[in-house]
């Protein structure tokens, strides 16, 4: 898929930022290996964070481990860049996640970048993306992600009334006015952003607010990923997961504002999906394709695993500091992985919607100990929400393919991966609702 897009595409799974294209751009129905092995979420500091978020899933997963890491070594971080460039695809795609992956320091990204550079082949494209809580970008780091054409995923709940209630420091101080200042360092250096929202039980009764709020800082480019786990216990929904019924809602809310706004001004992940899917294209967000994307995801010290919900022992993969991408496309788990999207429960089987949702993330069925036998944890708020958009998303749809309606805001060129200058988008600033 990566290799047919005209523009930037990320593949980053559930969260992170979030690729942005035209509806019109062919996907195939499956990727192909090479592109998936081109397409690494690295963790270079485990789930070292310097906030303590109240739902973060992530931060236990350094208990996995019997190193206790501070951050991905030189020696990790070389072999892993050489790996990817040295495979068949000609962009590899770096995700860089957390924890807070700022946390590695700005001197190890630019490493990294001199590593790519090393390494990528003649021709070779190399695009970065990062997804971070916000509070450590300045302008040193302003200028490195500018000048290396870097896309930024910056998390933002919502208002500070909601954003500092999870969103905090050890101390228990909020976060948001850190967040802001180093929003407003992207907008000023121009380098391209989302904004990702965690749906939780603050926010999840405030949709509109929610956007309204972030689309008052200057910002059209949104996702939404639900909260279901966290810590390491993954067995079933934590409880801090939103509820499923409130989170359909959330999202009939939303989207209402977004076809209120109008689809080419208001990019949002799941919807501008949605309506690839109800065109008869692949949709890029894991979530909804047919089969999981499998982004793999490379821990601090190499270790290999299929999902960064799935960083546990039992799933792990090899170790890119002794094993090839060859070994570890030929593993079992991995084999085992790319099946567990197809195996849909009866119940979805028979679903009026499951051609748009196909299920839903393997991870939230939970093995089938659901109550009542429910065959997703989000299932009655998906199918709340597809009643409500499904008429709508198949007429925006509808429009497209007929040349009615044009496609969402354009995404810039692609980068040539040597840090060349290209058309800028236009300044975000902030504005008033319209």
């Known amino acids: 898929m990566l290799s047919r897009l005209a523009r930037r595409t990320v593949w980053t799974g559930r969260g992170g930022p979030a ?18 092995l081109a397409s690494p979420m690295i963790k270079p500091v485990c789930g070292a964070c310097n906030l303590v978020c109240t739902y973060c899933y992530y931060r236990q997963t350094a208990d996995h481990f019997d190193d206790r890491p501070s951050r991905m070594t030189d020696e990790a971080i070389r072999n892993i860049v050489r790996t990817f460039c040295q495979s068949p695809h000609p962009c590899p795609h ?34 970065n993306a990062f997804q971070t809580n916000g509070t450590l970008i300045d302008d040193a780091w302003g200028r490195f992600l500018k000048r290396w054409d870097m896309l930024v995923g910056i998390s933002i709940d919502g208002p500070p009334e909601i954003h500092d209630k999870n969103r905090i420091y050890p101390n228990g101080a909020g976060s ?3 967040v802001l ?11 391209e952003h989302n904004v990702l929202v965690l749906v939780h039980g603050d926010n999840v009764h405030h949709p509109k607010e929610v956007v309204r709020f972030i689309r008052d800082l200057g910002e059209d480019y949104l996702q939404f990923i639900p909260c279901v786990v966290t810590g390491l216990d993954r067995s079933m929904p934590s409880h801090d997961a939103v509820d499923p019924l409130a989170y359909g809602q959330f999202l009939c ?19 501008n999906n949605l309506v690839l899917a109800a065109a008869g294209h692949e949709p890029e967000y894991c979530v909804f ?13 190499g270790d290999v695993f299929p999902c960064d919900f799935m960083v546990q022992p039992e799933w792990r993969m090899g170790n890119l500091t002794t094993d090839s991408l060859a070994e570890i496309y030929r593993h079992p788990r991995w084999l085992a992985f790319r099946k567990l999207k ?15 949702c196909n299920g839903g993330c393997p991870r939230d069925r939970f093995g089938g100990r ?34 009615q309606h044009m496609p969402p805001p354009p995404e810039r060129t692609p980068p040539a991966g040597s840090g060349r200058s290209r058309k800028r988008r236009r300044r975000p600033r902030a504005r008033r609702r319209r």
Not at 106 to 111: E, N, P, R
């Open 253 to 271: 809310e939303v989207f209402d504002e977004w076809l209120s706004v109008g689809p080419t001004r208001l990019y949002v992940r799941m919807f």
């Open 176 to 178: 948001q006015e850190d």
């Open 19 to 36: 690729m942005r294209m035209r509806f019109g751009q062919a996907m195939s129905s499956e990727p192909n290996h090479a592109e998936v």
């Open 370 to 403: 659901l109550p009542d036998d429910e065959p997703n944890y989000l299932c009655r708020g998906y199918q709340l929400f597809l009643d409500h958009a499904r008429p709508e998303i198949e007429k925006v749809a509808a429009d497209w393919l007929s040349g």
């Open 181 to 191: 200042r180093g929003l407003r360092v992207l907008q000023e250096h121009q380098v």
């Open 94 to 127: 770096f995700s860089w996640q957390g924890g807070e992956p700022m946390l590695a320091g700005l001197d190890f990204f630019q490493k990294a970048v001199a590593y790519q550079q090393a390494y990528r082949r003649e021709g070779q494209q190399v695009v």
């Open 342 to 356: 197809s195996q849909l429960p009866p119940a979805c089987q028979a679903c009026r919607h499951v051609a748009l």
């Open 289 to 301: 394709r047919r089969a999981c994307a499998g982004c793999l995801l490379v821990e601090h010290n």
